[in-house]
């Protein structure tokens, strides 16, 4: 982890980077959901949504 000391740059570097760095990891926990579902249910027949609607 890379910690870099800019006293030039004021606060809004610090938020801009807080928040890229809470979206990057929102993107990772969606992204491993996503591959655990699908690692999960590989050969497994249709998804769930092609489920329900057949029968209805």
């Known amino acids: 982890m890379a ?3 800019d006293n030039s740059g004021g606060g ?3 938020l801009i980077g807080f928040l890229l760095g ?3 990891i ?3 926990i969606v992204g491993f959901f996503m591959w655990d579902n699908y690692k999960s ?3 497994g027949g249709a998804p769930a949504a092609t489920i ?3 029968k209805n």
Do not use: D, F, P, S
């Open 3 to 5: 910690i870099e000391v």
């Open 12 to 14: 809004g570097n610090v």
């Open 22 to 24: 809470a979206v990057l």
């Open 26 to 28: 929102a993107v990772a």
């Open 41 to 43: 249910h590989t050969g």
């Open 52 to 54: 329900t609607i057949k």
